[in-house]
């Protein structure tokens, strides 16, 4: 049975090391790219209660997202998988782990290949992590790759 590989991209150094790992070993197997737009951005605030929100900035997001698909398509295009590799890009909205564990699930994936921003002590416990909480709540394997 082949294994169908879910690599998280927010664009950053990170995430493009877990879609490099993914390339070099699920070659032949199914990669999606899955960005998350988080439903806050075009949500501003008057601190007063109120606030408006800014379909523009959600739409902007959610290009960037369809760029870096884009963009891990070119990347395994120069790593010459594509012809053996089935390649699919998604762009979803939803607070970030969750929609991560969600696709996931509805989707048949069998392995989430994720980059990790290396927080730690005090920044990690504020702050949260969308890696740490994928891979405590997956019922499936997760590769964090630095």
């Given at each position: 049975?082949?294994t169908?590989?879910?690599?998280p ?12 790992h993914?390339?070099s ?16 951005e ?5 601190y ?36 053996t ?9 939803g ?6 564990l ?6 048949d ?9 290396g ?28």
């Amino acid at each position: 049975m082949a294994t169908h590989v879910l690599v998280p991209l927010d664009g950053s150094p990170q995430s493009w090391a877990a879609f490099d790992h993914a390339v070099s070993n699920y070659d032949g197997e199914t990669i999606t790219t899955l960005h998350v737009v988080d439903p806050m951005e075009g949500i501003y605030s008057d601190y007063g209660g109120g606030g408006y929100y800014d379909a523009q900035v959600h739409d902007r997001a959610v290009e960037r997202g369809e760029q870096l698909g884009e963009q891990a398509r070119d990347r395994a295009d120069d790593a010459g998988i594509l012809e053996t590799t089935v390649l699919e890009t998604a762009v979803e909205t939803g607070p970030p782990a969750r929609t991560i564990l969600e696709y996931a699930d509805e989707n048949d994936v069998g392995h989430i290949v994720m980059g990790s921003h290396g927080r730690s002590g005090v920044a990690r416990i504020l702050l949260g992590s969308v890696a740490e909480t994928v891979t405590r709540r997956a019922p499936i394997p997760v590769t964090i790759v630095r």
